[in-house]
């Protein structure tokens, strides 16, 4: 591990003190503010160009005398080809840092180094570092394939899930989809498409589904608002539920997702879409298909089955739509 808030100190050393200055507060070097051109263009009283006129040509003298520091440029370099070639801003300073409080210093490091170059943030990907732009353009074929199998398969992927045309390594895979702002990894280290409620869940609906994909079970309204925290109201849960056509009401105050193949509807509905889908059926094979629909006592299915408004008992004994 390089010293490198000591490293930054000897090479700013041979600069003169305000074009020191001016780097130290641009890139919040050494515990200091980190400004922008214009905090820093009042401060010394000269306009945010010439800021970054001193700041570029500071930057252009530092570049000139970095050759004593190969072992450390050169290990940048190595550090990005551990990873296919380029990395998450924050992931590679967090990377390098280890434990020490030394980030600012790592960055302005970076930018001096001549080795590797700077994307900057955009709507489509995080800021990152790369070695060259070859591999940039990898990796935007690679996140365009990913993204592809994801809207294909509909469902959230491990790693090993992507099937990409692209030659990467695992490591490099990792990396190139880190840096997208489409495919997004979770929590649980799966990836999914940034607008999915698993990846960016938006408001109780949203996190209650997750929760329901977690548990994989049904639950009651109240155990669902205990699992969301955060003091999340039973009642209120209740009402988001049940507004939702995500969720099913299979029990009182139990629901489960309807992905999981219950019907909507009360007690009687469900007989008649049973009876719709399967046909004519005996009272005890009813029970039967009901259950697995609903958490309901036996009398109360038996009992909706009685009403002829909607069923039919044939002279065989079984029953139909009426």
């Not at 200091?32 to 214009?38: F, H, P, S, V, Y």
């Not at 001193?54 to 190969?70: A, N």
């Not at 592809?148 to 490099?172: W, Y």
Request: charged share 35%; hydrophobic share 35%; proline share 2%.
């Amino acid at each position: 591990m390089f010293k490198y808030n000591t490293i930054c100190k000897e090479i700013l050393s041979s600069l003169q003190e305000r074009t020191k200055e001016i780097i130290i507060c641009r890139f919040g070097l050494f515990g200091n503010e980190k400004k922008t051109l214009e905090a820093v263009g009042k401060d010394h009283q000269v306009t945010r160009e010439r800021v970054r006129q001193i700041e570029k040509d500071g930057i252009k003298q530092i570049k000139k005398r970095t050759g004593d520091y190969k072992e450390v440029f050169s290990g940048f370099k190595s550090k990005l080809a551990d990873f296919g070639g380029l990395k998450r801003e924050d992931f590679l300073v967090s990377e390098l840092a280890g434990s020490d409080d030394c980030k600012n210093c790592i960055i302005f490091l970076l930018t001096v180094s001549g080795d590797v170059f700077r994307v900057s943030e955009n709507n489509e990907h995080h800021a990152f570092w790369a070695r060259d732009k070859e591999v940039i353009k990898k990796a935007k074929k690679v996140i365009d394939d990913a993204y592809k199998t994801l809207k294909k398969q509909d469902k959230l992927l491990s790693l090993d899930g992507f099937q990409i045309k692209e030659d990467v390594s695992r490591e490099a895979l990792s990396s190139y989809l880190e840096i997208s702002k489409r495919v997004i990894k979770n929590e649980e280290g799966l990836f999914g498409i940034s607008t999915w409620p698993e990846i960016n869940p938006k408001g109780i609906k949203d996190k209650a589904y997750l929760v329901f994909k977690r548990e994989n079970k049904p639950l009651h309204f109240k155990e669902v608002a205990s699992l969301l925290g955060e003091g999340a109201n039973p009642q209120t849960t209740h009402n988001e539920l049940i507004k939702d056509s995500r969720f099913v009401l299979v029990g009182r105050g139990v629901y489960a997702l309807s992905e999981w193949g219950y019907m909507p509807g009360e007690v009687k509905e469900v007989i008649r879409t049973i009876l719709e889908k399967e046909g004519a059926l005996l009272k005890n094979e009813i029970i039967v298909r009901v259950e697995e629909q609903r958490i309901v006592k036996k009398n109360t299915i038996i009992q909706n089955l009685s009403n002829k408004k909607y069923f039919i008992r044939t002279p065989d004994g079984k029953y139909t739509v009426a």
